[in-house]
């Protein structure tokens, strides 16, 4: 399936970027910090749609290279991530007391294990729920990647319409009611399971 | 990379027309989605029986299922059962059935925030029921939406990016055209992106400076 497979590789690769920039995100230098929020914002203003066509239409010609549409949906999907998934660890980086880091500093911990003992294992159940939402988004925005020409579940489901237009004419009403239920069926429970954690962890 | 301005210049009208049409998308879809919010938040609010039901269910379809997949079902499956709505009609419809559960959500959570004694107060001075919500609830549950209330309102102008699938001629559906026509591939992406910064961008700035003034509204919580 490829539509599972896109979501899939790009939360993965998201998520990973997303934990390195949210932790380069709290730097203390103002440069960096612009650097980041001007990424962010870049995804934030302009539509994902628009990014796929940038990619797919745009970078494609001027770097006369040929892409194929999905591997364009995967990059821009895992560039999303990364920078919503930035800002997701950011926050929860913030969150954390100051003195967490400092105690840790005095105690004489290196950046590294300063980050893998003490920050990140107390971030990581701020973020869970932000990062499941996040992971219920890019796979309902999956469906866009049918416009720049991907064989997804979609497609297949208009490929089913064409051929049984005869005999059924109805199809579409049944296909695409049963695309809807699909995606319902796997983002539900997702959607689910960050609120059962928020209620959980807030209370 | 140079850029053909005469083209760009040439396919202006195209584009402002375009940005226009989103634009009234957009408006209209945040106006119904925001009134069906403020409704399903108010039902939710007061716990209505059958009612309160029948809209949890709305807001969790609504939420967990792609906007593209929406518009497709209302443009392609419902003319098959004999509804027949033109491309405008759907596009405003599925955004507003997408908006309106984030809406409610939004004003839920601001309703949800004003504290108990803030009411139990305004009743104790003598407030009847709808100067308490009209003069207690609902400001202070306001200031609270207000930021998810913009936050909804950039990813539904965001979201009709989308509505270009079902041929309405939106700005996506210009760019592809003229992609697919001349060959201006740079000048049409370029023109894209300006037109959604331009539109996006204002409102952006916008909202961050109602968020700090509405703040204000909060003190003493």
């Given at each position: 399936m490829v539509t599972v497979r896109i979501a899939f590789i790009s939360i993965i690769f998201g998520s990973l970027l997303g934990i390195v920039l949210g932790v380069i995100w709290t730097s203390k230098s103002k440069w960096i910090r612009s650097a980041c929020r001007l990424y962010l914002e870049l995804f934030r203003i302009i539509p994902i749609l628009v990014w796929l066509f940038i990619m797919y239409f745009g970078v494609t010609t001027a770097l006369n290279i040929d892409l194929s549409g999905e591997t364009v949906s995967v990059i821009v999907f895992t560039l999303w991530g990364a920078a919503e998934m930035g800002d997701i660890v950011r926050g929860a980086l913030e969150s954390l007391p100051k003195h967490q880091i400092e105690s840790g500093k005095a105690l004489g911990f290196s950046f590294w294990d300063l980050y893998r003992y003490i920050l990140i294992p107390q971030a990581v159940r701020r973020m869970l729920p932000g990062s499941i939402n996040l992971a219920t988004r890019m796979i309902k925005t999956t469906s866009l990647v049918v416009l720049i020409g991907v064989i997804d579940v979609t497609k297949v489901g208009q490929q089913i319409i064409e051929l049984s237009r005869l005999e059924v004419p109805t199809a579409s009403f049944w296909v695409y009611g049963f695309v809807f239920i699909l995606y319902f069926i796997i983002c539900y429970p997702l959607s689910r399971l960050s609120r059962v954690l928020e209620n959980k962890w807030n209370g | 990379m140079n850029l053909n301005w005469q083209f760009i210049i040439d396919s202006l009208p195209l584009y402002l027309k375009a940005a226009w049409t989103t634009l009234k998308l957009g408006f209209w879809g945040i106006l119904i989605s925001s009134i069906i919010g403020f409704v399903c938040s108010i039902v939710l609010y007061f716990k209505v029986k059958v009612l309160k039901t029948v809209i949890q269910v709305y807001i969790e379809l609504s939420r967990n299922t792609p906007l593209l997949i929406q518009l497709f079902f209302l443009y392609f499956g419902l003319t098959k059962l004999g509804v027949a709505l033109s491309e405008t009609a759907c596009a405003i419809i599925g955004l507003s059935f997408l908006g309106g559960s984030y809406m409610a959500e939004a004003f839920r959570s601001g309703l949800e925030a004003v504290s108990k004694t803030q009411i139990e107060s305004g009743l104790s001075i003598g407030l009847s029921k709808t100067q308490l919500v009209r003069y207690v609830v609902l400001p202070q549950a306001f200031s609270v939406s207000v930021p998810s209330i913009g936050a909804n309102c950039i990813f539904l102008l965001k979201e009709t990016?989308?509505?270009?699938?079902?041929?309405?001629?939106?700005l996506m559906n210009v760019t592809k055209d003229l992609i697919g026509i001349y060959y201006q591939t740079f000048e049409a992406l370029f023109m894209l992106v300006v037109s959604y910064l331009i539109m996006i961008l204002p409102l952006s700035l916008l909202l961050t400076w109602l968020e700090r003034k509405v703040r204000y509204a909060e003190f003493g919580n």
């Open positions: - | 990016s989308i509505v270009g699938a079902i041929a309405v001629v939106d």
